[in-house]
């Protein structure tokens, strides 16, 4: 596995409760974005891993 997509959720939701509690709209505003940022890496590095179930890396033979 390249990457860690339940790992990056977790942050996404992390950021997006964090951004529930900001006072200040500027910071509501940077959290809702790294929400969707993390939410987006979340997203590639699961079509990765997708692409590299379906198209295995063929191993070479073990020489003798």
């Given at each position: 596995?390249?990457?860690?997509?339940?790992?990056?959720?977790?942050?996404?939701?992390?950021?997006?409760?964090?951004?529930?509690?900001?006072?200040?709209?500027?910071?509501?505003?940077?959290?809702?974005?790294?929400?969707?940022?993390?939410?987006?890496?979340?997203?590639?590095?699961?079509?990765?891993?997708?692409?590299?179930d379906?198209?295995?890396v063929?191993?070479?033979?073990?020489?003798?």
């Amino acid at each position: 596995m390249a990457g860690d997509s339940k790992a990056c959720r977790e942050n996404a939701l992390r950021c997006a409760n964090l951004a529930h509690e900001a006072r200040s709209p500027e910071l509501k505003m940077t959290l809702v974005n790294l929400s969707q940022n993390w939410l987006k890496l979340a997203i590639e590095l699961e079509q990765m891993d997708k692409l590299m179930d379906d198209f295995p890396v063929p191993v070479p033979p073990k020489r003798r």
